[in-house]
């Protein structure tokens, strides 16, 4: 009976689930996931509903409320789940439209090289000359006020850094001999790119998206602060974070729930990054 391999998939999932941080990490983002986008139903407020005896509330079980509630009697649980979706949808979003357009821009530029990567790379300059408020608040001007827009908006600005990573990946693989072995055997240079230098560099590309979706939610929060992002009735961590600080002498709970949810997320998303970057890295095979 002829022996069979692991795919790469098979074998990535393999090595990930000896991971015990990246498991534990996992299982917590799902748990969070799910009690974002389903505990709503559960719970007896909605998002806009007001208690009218209970402005300012600790956590209680009188009303359900037991999170406790916001200045507006609003129930706090059900405003954090809500955010919860919100901010977990721009990060997702906004973070794999900086993955697409960075990776393919960076392995492009640093595999043809010459004239073109310093062309391409000048462009990333210019980019990075430009103020991010001043982008966001253009494309606001023009297109107005949308949640969607806030994806576009940080996804536009966010691969500028994936480009350089893959470029610089890119640049240190196209001379070793299994690419030298595909340029011999006739491989078409789009397929060089997408199933010899893309895998290849996928260790830091992994590494670096784990880092990208916290900065993301971070930049959404800022936003919202800002009065650019999020509205009302809508919310999220980021603006419940900043309500909180408002309060947070003698209402602390307004801050901490908020931030905790934040807080495990960021932690999940770094531990199942590295454990990630190690089953998905040929290199570390």
Known sequence: M???????????????????????????????????????????????????????AAPTLEGWHLLGTDANGRDLLTRTLYGGQISLSVALVATFVSLVIGVLYGAISGYVGGRLDNLMMRFVDIMYSLPFMFLVILLMVVFGRNIFLIYAAIGAVEWLDMARIVRGQTLALKQREFIEAAHA?????????????????????????????????????????????????????????????????????????????????????????????????????
């Not at 993301?216 to 961590?237: K, R």
């Open 185 to 285: 055997l006739g491989v078409k240079d789009g397929k060089i790119i997408t199933r010899h230098l893309i895998p290849n560099a996928i260790g830091p590309v992994i590494v670096y998206v784990t880092l990208t979706v916290p900065k993301v939610i971070l930049l959404e929060s800022f936003l919202s602060f800002l009065g650019l992002g999020v509205q009302e009735p809508l919310t999220s961590w980021g603006v419940l974070i900043s309500e909180g600080t408002e309060s947070m002498q003698t209402e602390p709970w307004m801050l901490l729930v908020p931030s905790a949810f934040l807080a495990v997320t960021l932690f999940c998303l770094n531990f199942l990054g590295d454990g990630l970057r190690d089953a998905l890295d040929p290199r570390t095979r």
């Open 2 to 56: 002829t022996p069979t391999g692991d795919s790469l998939g098979r074998d990535a999932w393999r090595r990930l689930s000896q991971n015990r941080a990246a498991m534990l990490s996992l299982a917590l983002l799902g748990v969070i996931t799910v009690a974002c986008f389903l505990g709503p139903l559960l719970t007896p407020w909605d998002l806009a509903d007001v208690d009218w005896n209970a402005f300012g």
